[in-house]
């Protein structure tokens, strides 16, 4: 079975510049998050969706940050425009309610 | 929310059992204690998840005090495959889990 797909697995670029990170949720699953990892603050909760709606997406750090889920088997993370202080590592997982969370293998973003 | 407090590192020899503590001392009654561990360079993963008693699965069994206050992760046989950073977490409002530091494991061969 497909796991949380999440794209693309790496990328570099300019500050300024739009970054969007993109993941496929395990089919059936009803729950997504984004999180983000630093080695100074570690794993943090961005948003979290339950069936397509976003419920808490007070860990979104500033304006810079938005999230979509137009369907259940679809959600992007957009940062506009992008600084160094974003680069991170962006985890996407997902969930039935209340179960065990899937996590994504991540996407790695630089921002020089 | 409810915290945990974990070591930030332990070491433990290959084919040794490992015992991976945390505290979670203001746990709620209807909590359940889940860990999962980080691989270098990967997502993190479920290992296992307890309300009250002890649970066992193919990965690793929990221990769970009888006050609920602390839990122990038990890996049987570590491998140089389960050096990882280890998480103790307790669900927060809206059921996000509630990150902290981990246990980073060091298997030495």
């Known amino acids: 079975d497909a796991g949380v797909i999440q794209s693309p697995r790496h990328e570099v670029t300019e500050m300024g510049q739009e970054v969007t990170l993109r993941c496929k949720p395990i089919?059936?699953?009803?729950?997504l998050f984004w999180y983000r990892q630093t080695m100074m603050r570690g794993l943090e909760l961005l948003i979290y969706?339950?069936?397509?709606?976003?419920?808490?997406d007070s860990g979104m750090p500033e304006d810079r940050f938005s999230a979509k889920m137009p369907n259940a088997s679809f959600s992007t993370l957009k940062i506009q425009p992008s600084e160094p202080r974003d680069s991170a590592v962006y985890f996407c997982?997902?969930?039935?309610?209340?179960?065990?969370?899937?996590f994504g293998e991540g996407s790695w973003l630089t921002v020089v | 929310d409810a915290k945990t407090t974990q070591p930030n590192s332990m070491e433990s020899n290959e084919e040794e059992p490992v015992h991976l503590p945390c505290n979670h001392s203001?746990?709620?009654?209807?909590?359940?204690i889940h860990w999962y561990r980080q691989l270098p360079s990967q997502g993190p993963e479920y290992v296992i998840h307890?309300?009250?008693?002890?649970v066992n699965n193919r990965m690793a069994s929990l221990a769970i005090a009888e006050d609920r206050k602390s839990s122990t992760l038990i890996l049987h046989r570590a491998t140089l495959r389960d050096a990882a950073v280890y998480y103790c977490?307790?669900?927060?409002?809206?059921?996000?889990?509630?990150w902290g530091a981990g246990t980073k494991l060091i298997i030495k061969p």
């Open positions: 997982a997902s969930s039935t309610l209340r179960n065990t969370i899937y």
């Open positions: 089919s059936g699953h009803n729950s």
């Open positions: 969706f339950n069936n397509n709606v976003p419920i808490d």
């Open positions: 203001t746990i709620s009654g209807t909590d359940y």
């Open positions: 307890g309300l009250t008693s002890n």
């Open positions: 977490i307790l669900p927060g409002s809206n059921y996000q889990l509630i």
